[in-house]
Every structure is written in C-alpha cells, then in structure tokens.
C-alpha cells in the first residue's frame, strides 16, 4: 500500500507560481516502479488528469498546462512535485496526486487547495 500526502496549495495572484508536493509512504519495493499523476477537479467540475511522471521519467501534460506546469520525481525522497507557473483564476481547484503500480496497486492523496485570485 501507499500513502501520499499532498502539500503545497494556497492562495496566489494571477501569474503567479506555487509548487506542490507528492509524498509517498507504505510498503513498496521501490519508488521509481511507481506512475504518479496529479489530477486536479474545479468547483463544479469532474477531477481531470493533469500531468503524468511514469518512474523512469516519461512524461505526459494535458494541454490546459503544457509549458506552464512542470511535473517532476525525486525517487530518494519518494516525492513527485507540480511546478505551476502562469498560473490563471481558471486553475483554482483542489489538486490531487494519484500513484499506481502493479505491485501496490492505486491510491490517491487527501488533495490541496490551490486558489488563484484575478
């Protein structure tokens, strides 16, 4: 099993950047045998898939946040981090980071709050 804790969120103004943190703990071989995405879901919206680190470092972006958000891992801390940049009112939502391997199966974090005011 895996347990992630997300940190990170707040309150920033249009344009500017927050970085969020992944955290896993448990019981797992290893880190880097793990994909992490972080999902985000709005006030009213369905959660959508955001960026994805695969544990050799493929990643993927959903387009609302390619070339503003960075998806990177640090697999000695067993932490994936979200580096959000240019960040608009539109990405106010609660983030949150998904883990999944074939050993451990999926978890999700309990998710931060990002508030982005215009």
């Given at each position: 099993q895996v347990q992630l804790v997300e940190s990170g969120g707040g309150l920033v103004q249009a344009g500017g950047s927050l970085r969020l943190s992944c955290a896993a703990s448990g019981n797992f071989a290893r880190f880097n045998l793990i994909l992490v995405r972080w999902y985000r879901q709005a006030p009213g919206e369905q959660r959508e898939s955001i960026a994805t680190i695969t544990g050799n470092g493929n990643i993927a972006y959903e387009v609302s946040v390619k070339g503003?958000?960075?998806?990177?891992?640090?697999?000695?801390?067993?932490?994936?981090?979200?580096?959000?940049?240019?960040?608009?009112?539109?990405?106010?939502?609660?983030?949150?980071?998904?883990?999944?391997?074939?050993?451990?199966?999926?978890?999700?974090?309990?998710?931060?709050?990002?508030?982005?005011?215009s």
């Open positions: 503003r958000f960075t998806i990177s891992r640090d697999n000695a801390k067993n932490t994936v981090y979200l580096q959000m940049n240019s960040l608009k009112p539109d990405d106010t939502a609660v983030y949150y980071c998904y883990a999944w391997s074939s050993q451990t199966g999926g978890a999700w974090g309990q998710g931060t709050l990002v508030t982005v005011s």
